[in-house]
Structure formats: structure tokens, C-alpha cells
């Protein structure tokens, strides 16, 4: 695998964390046939068709996700936000 693996936070207009942009975001790269999470992995066995792919699908969700900061989230995510899976003890 790369020594890096970016991972990216999803902000809402306030530059806020968002887990509904979040959840959009997810939602654009898997109807384009990625399979996402937030964190790019890439290794050597990925070739220039995958990547080139990959990086096609990740500017059209990019698309979607501007529309979403201008209109809300909730006018183009399918069903409801995502919820953290871990809970936060202090």
C-alpha cells in the first residue's frame, strides 16, 4: 500500500463537520460504483484505469455536494444521515 492515505471531513456551509454531507457524499460515490468511506487507501495494485475512475466518480459526487451546499443535503440524500458508530466518553 502508499505510505498516505488521506482521509477527508465533510463540511457543511459553516465549515462545520457534517455527517449529513458526509452521508451524501458515501451515498454519490456508491451510486457511481465506488465503494467509500472517507479514506483513500490506495495501493500498487490499483492501475491508471482504476484511478483515473476513481477520481472521475469522486468529481461528479463533488458536483452533487456543491448543489447540496447551496440547496440543504436533505434534497438529495436517500433516507436519513448516518449515525455515529462509537460514542464519545469524557
Known sequence: SAPWAPA???LNNCKEVDNG???LFLQEMIARGVLFQGVLVPTYSHNDEELEFFLAQFDAALDIYQLALTNGFDKYL???PTKPVFRKFI
Open 8 to 10: 477527508f471531513q465533510f
Open 21 to 23: 454531507f458526509r452521508t
Open 78 to 80: 436517500v433516507g436519513e
